[in-house]
Nanobody, 124 residues
């Protein structure tokens, strides 16, 4: 099993930037994708971005394309989410997830391991 720990959340103002980190441990050798999702109060968990653990493929939701960048550092078993030009509607708990599946990386059901989440709050 893979264990995931997110960090880097916080309270920022609109237009600011944050970088989230997700440190993976355990059986990371079977990981195909690492993904970021978020969940705002009263809303479903939504896909933000994903990256292939081996290779260069990345995926983004339309709502963050051009503002967020996902990257990884395999030597540290860490995935990052650089978030720029943050908006109040980006406020949510952000979750990191790991997938052993070659299915659609944009759906929650493709992921078998989840972190505990980190809160991001963007004030206007």
């Amino acid at each position: 099993q893979v264990q995931l720990v997110e960090s880097g959340g916080g309270l920022v103002q609109a237009g600011d930037s944050l970088r989230l980190s997700c440190a993976a441990s355990g059986r990371t050798s079977s990981t195909v994708y690492m993904g970021w999702f978020r969940q705002a109060p009263g809303k479903e968990r939504e896909f933000i971005s994903a990256i292939r653990w081996v290779g260069a493929s990345t995926y983004y939701a339309d709502s963050v394309k051009g503002r967020f960048t996902i990257s990884r550092e395999n030597a540290k078993n860490t995935v990052y989410l650089q978030m720029n030009i943050l908006k109040p509607e980006d406020t949510a708990v952000y979750y990191c997830a790991a997938s052993r599946s070659y299915g659609d990386p944009r759906v929650t059901t493709s992921y078998n391991a989840w972190g505990q989440g980190t809160q991001v709050t963007v004030s206007s």
